[in-house]
């Protein structure tokens, strides 16, 4: 069972093997046995990995990683550029 907090990060906008522009997502948090991970893609919204979650979970981790696809491409693309730091 999980503590009930999950952290989420984001990758910058990325090429993948094939050339194609992609964004890593990951989902963490502290289960019974230790890390629990799911690691997912946009925007194919589809998550490509996980340990420790469930079959409802990850369903819900990619309709949320759907419903908010555009607000993270554009979190990623600010990264992707680093000078919009500045």
């Known amino acids: 069972m999980a503590d ?3 952290t989420m ?3 910058a906008i990325v090429p993948d093997k094939s ?3 992609i964004v890593r997502i990951k989902f963490e948090r502290n289960g019974k046995n230790g890390p629990e991970i799911a690691e997912g893609l946009l925007p194919d919204c589809k998550i ?3 340990n420790g979650y469930s079959a409802e979970e990850v369903t819900g981790l990619e309709e949320y990683l759907k419903g908010n696809l555009d607000d ?3 979190k990623a693309k600010v ?3 680093p000078l919009k730091w500045l």
Do not use: A
């Open 19 to 21: 050339g194609r522009k």
């Open 4 to 6: 009930g907090n999950m």
């Open 48 to 50: 490509i990995s996980q």
């Open 72 to 74: 993270f491409m554009s």
């Open 79 to 81: 990264i992707s550029n």
């Open 9 to 11: 990060t984001y990758s």
